[in-house]
């Protein structure tokens, strides 16, 4: 899959990519979860 094409949920600006796990958007300074590949893109922080 393509991570680069994936926005925040939130803010709709492009995610970056963190780490294998992890995504990151520097707008809103949140991280989200890669799990299985799939992005966790939920609102709440986990
Ligand atoms: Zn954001």
């Not at 796990?21 to 939920?42: V, Y």
């Amino acid at each position: 899959m393509n991570i680069e094409l994936i926005c925040c949920p939130i803010c709709q600006s492009d995610l970056e990519k963190k780490s294998e796990t992890q995504l990151f958007c520097k707008k809103c300074d949140r991280e989200f979860l890669i799990k299985n590949d799939i992005p966790i893109l939920l609102k709440e922080r986990i």
